[in-house]
């Protein structure tokens, strides 16, 4: 925590500093001086994020679980909805009615916003993907671009990313935050794919139903 404070101060002195040179130099620099000025504050700004990002996954290894029944239809479809208007070329995501579950709300949300975000982000244009229960797991199925099964066990690792971050932004985070959250519940979390199959990501959380 206090290697990321430390960070901040430089990184937002590295964005506020890169756009002013751009904005008081307005029409002296080159197009190429230009945009590698925005570049370093793009990246500075992703940096940010990422730093944000792994404070996020460190305080659930200590977050209180305050378990209660939980109507996961319903706070599945306040996520998809949320969700939708970061993808709205990713399709829309149908959720099974009747899903109940017993945990810590607020933190399954967690769980769905990072299942359904990539399941959008991933899918093409108009794909979709569903929530449902089978088998006494929940799975988030998709229609998107799929991966190789044999790298199935970096998915869930931090940072460790199977697409490049150019054209699917991302930190790497989520699905680590997935595994972690799902463990915390006394539950497991896996993923079965093939290229350009879409994906499936299945978790257990304790008491479901």
């Known amino acids: ?86 993808w709205p070329s990713g399709g829309t995501v149908r959720v099974e009615p009747g899903l109940r579950t017993v945990g810590d709300a607020s933190l399954i949300r967690q769980v769905l916003v990072n299942l359904f975000d990539n399941a959008l982000k991933f899918s093409p244009e108009g794909g979709g993907a569903t929530f449902a229960a089978e088998n006494g797991e929940f799975v988030v199925r998709d229609r998107g671009i799929g991966f190789d099964p044999r790298h199935a066990h970096k998915l869930f690792v931090a940072f460790e990313r199977l697409v490049d971050g150019e054209s699917f932004p991302g930190s790497g985070v989520g699905l680590a935050n997935v595994k972690r959250i799902v463990e915390r519940h006394g539950g497991r979390v896996r993923a079965e794919s093939r290229p350009g199959e879409g994906a499936a990501f299945y978790f257990t959380l304790a008491e479901s139903r």
Not at 24 to 40: A, F, H, K, V
Not at 41 to 64: K, P
Not at 67 to 75: C, I
């Open 1 to 86: 925590y206090s290697v990321a404070h430390d960070l901040r101060a430089p990184l937002r002195a590295i964005v506020s500093t890169s756009r002013i040179l751009r904005e008081e130099l307005n029409g002296r620099l080159s197009s190429g001086e230009s945009d590698l000025l925005e570049r370093q504050a793009t990246n500075a700004v992703r940096l940010s994020r990422l730093i944000d990002d792994m404070l996020a996954f460190g305080r659930l290894a200590n977050a209180e679980i305050v378990r209660r029944p939980v109507d996961l239809s319903f706070l599945a479809n306040e996520v998809a909805d949320e969700v939708r208007v970061r």
